[in-house]
């Protein structure tokens, strides 16, 4: 069983900065692929950000550029760099991790982000 824990989130105006981390509980995080998602009112929950176990990145069109993912394989964490974020990231940001070479799919529960003015 793996456990995510997001935190970071809150309320920045647009133009601003916030950094999302993620705490994953287990013993071979290097082996896992982890994400960030995000589901905004009305839509649904889609990925905004990758990062594979060899630091491979991915990134949604709309954060390209504004976003970095990045993991820490001795602290267990990974987190999400937003800058000049826009009132269109708001939603609500969940951390994913897949353990390489399975079809598990572990959730956090998620961490709230509003950009408004």
């Known amino acids: 069983q793996v456990q995510l824990v997001e935190s970071g989130g809150g309320w920045v105006q647009p133009g601003g900065s916030l950094r999302l981390s993620c705490a994953t509980s287990?013993?071979?995080?290097?082996?896992?692929?982890m994400a960030w998602y995000r589901h905004s009112p009305g839509k649904q929950r889609d990925m905004v950000a990758q990062i594979t176990t060899s630091r491979s990145t991915s990134y949604a069109d709309s954060v390209k550029g504004r976003f970095r993912i990045t993991r820490d394989n001795a602290k267990n964490t990974v987190d999400l760099q937003m800058n000049n974020l826009i009132p269109e990231d708001t939603g609500v940001y969940y951390c994913n991790a897949i353990p390489l070479g399975t079809s598990m799919n572990y959730w956090g529960r998620g961490t709230q982000v509003t950009v408004s003015s």
């Open positions: 287990g013993s071979i995080f290097r082996r896992y692929t």
